[in-house]
């Protein structure tokens, strides 16, 4: 008997470990599926006024990447310890299309995100995967409190353009069924 293959995206910003995201992966492991977690950090790009007088844009540049580094290392240690296979890669851009645009790539079954606060909340607080929640994704979503459960969905959503012969969005995975919840 072959285990269903479920493939998750978590995507990281710096400073922000994943606690929930990662219990959500384990949990899925639980309860019998094959999970594989992609796990990206994604750093919003330098700009001027992000660099400090007396340091280099490089020198800022490889502190980031370095903190990225560890935040991965951190994250990926207990998927390790449950024989959950993970990849990790570092993005530099707009952290919500950066995510949809890797999980798309990935072919990711779902984006895990952690839990999605009132959107004035979001804006207040810097949350930089809100805009996820309000804006076409190919990819479903799944926000998670810090014990890793299922808090909210968001089906995935494609352009009515891209279905042959159809006038209206449908999901894009009608035969993957959603966790429970």
């Known amino acids: 008997m072959t285990q269903e293959l479920l493939k998750l995206l978590i995507p990281l910003e710096p400073g922000h470990a994943p606690r929930g995201a990662i219990r959500y992966a384990l949990r899925r492991r639980a ?15 330098l700009r001027g006024g992000d660099i400090l007088w007396f340091r280099t844009r490089d020198e800022v540049a490889a502190f980031r990447t370095q903190m990225a580094h560890t935040l991965l290392e951190e ?26 645009d890797a999980a798309e790539r990935l072919d990711s079954d779902e984006i895990v995100l952690p839990r999605q606060y009132p959107r004035w909340i979001s804006l207040l607080a810097g949350d930089a995967f809100a805009p996820l929640w309000h804006r076409q994704c190919d990819v479903p979503l799944v926000s998670v409190d810090e014990d890793g459960v299922p808090l909210r969905r968001k089906p995935a959503i494609v352009r009515a353009s891209t279905i ?13 069924p959603p966790a429970p919840g």
Request: hydrophobic share 40%; proline share 11%; aromatic share 2%.
């Open 31 to 45: 309860e019998g599926l094959d999970v594989r977690v992609a796990l990206v950090h994604i750093s919003p790009p």
């Open 164 to 176: 042959a012969g159809s006038t209206h969005a449908a999901s894009r995975r009608p035969d993957h």
């Open 75 to 100: 994250a990926t240690a207990p998927l390790s310890a449950e024989g959950i296979p993970s990849r990790t890669e570092l993005l530099e851009g707009d952290p919500a299309f950066e995510a949809a």
